[in-house]
């Protein structure tokens, strides 16, 4: 008898610490990472934002030539005649930089061109069509045009320490930096399919990502965020609304193991 009670809080500890090693097993992110990129690997089709609606673009345009630029100026754009010494020549470039909005159709209302669709772009193809034009259609031959995407936004909802809608700067967000942002996941977070919703081109789609496999991660079409993205972390079942009956349930069996154990240690505690 003694040595069946002696049993019981030892098989509860056992109990308790197999648990444990499971709980750990599931927190772990990127599990195999550190032994597959020992040695340095290329990183395969590096992402480029594509301009989506709801994008802030900024393109600045410049030239040798201030008054070529005056052309371009209109409401939207600002900084026309901003100078700088650049090139072994010291020449005076002027510059000016426009602010857009993509509107729901890919397009921005550009000065003199007009109406262009950028939608589904990256920025460096939108600058080249620029001045691809600015050049074949006479008005600014020596015309640089760089653009960039000022800013997007995704939202981070679910078990994290800090959901919400948040918005970032430059044009390269992943799934790690955003939950990083978020403050990270819980601990009552599954962490093994966290999902991604996405509108691109007309179309929703969701992604499930596993944190847990570096490459089921690195290799997911939702590693890089885009614009509009919205990330959801389910909760595990063990987190439950108090006041459901899984929550009781689940407060009531961990307060019962705990009088067992302290019970059966007094028994053990008297018999000495």
């Known amino acids: 008898m003694k040595k069946t009670v002696l049993s019981l ?3 509860a500890l056992c109990l308790v610490f197999m648990a444990s090693c499971v709980s750990n097993k599931k927190m772990i992110y990127l599990q195999g990472a550190t032994q597959e990129y020992a040695v340095p690997q290329v990183i395969e089709d590096y992402f480029e934002l594509q301009v989506q609606p709801d994008d802030q673009l900024a393109i600045s345009v410049s030239s040798k ?3 070529l630029l005056q052309r371009f100026n209109n409401n939207t754009l600002i900084g026309g005649g901003s100078n700088s010494r650049t090139g072994t020549n010291s020449v005076n470039v002027s510059s000016g930089v426009a602010y857009f909005t993509v509107n729901k159709e890919g397009n921005i209302e550009f000065p003199i061109f007009g109406s262009l669709h950028v939608g589904g772009m990256t920025t460096g193809e939108v600058s080249s069509m620029i001045q691809k034009r600015m050049k074949e259609e006479g008005y600014i031959y020596d015309a640089i045009v760089n653009t960039k995407i ?3 936004k995704v939202t981070v909802m679910g078990d994290v320490k800090n959901p919400g809608t948040q ?3 430059g044009e390269r967000l992943t799934i790690l930096e955003a939950l990083g942002k978020a403050g990270d996941l819980t601990n009552s977070a599954y962490r093994d399919n966290v999902l991604v919703i ?4 007309g179309m929703r789609k969701a992604y499930e990502v596993n944190l847990l496999d570096n490459q089921a991660v690195f290799k997911s079409p939702a590693y890089y965020l885009q614009q509009n993205d919205v990330i959801y972390v389910q ?3 063990s987190q439950r609304v108090k006041g459901s009956t899984s929550y009781t349930w689940l407060s009531v069996g961990s307060t019962v193991v705990g009088m067992v154990v302290s019970i ?5 505690a008297l018999k000495k």
Do not use: A, G, H, W
């Open 235 to 237: 909760p595990n079942k």
């Open 198 to 201: 996405r509108e691109e081109n």
């Open 167 to 169: 918005t970032y700067q």
């Open 264 to 268: 059966v240690s007094l028994i053990v």
């Open 150 to 152: 000022m800013s997007f």
């Open 65 to 67: 030539d201030e008054e």
């Open 9 to 11: 809080p030892i098989c």
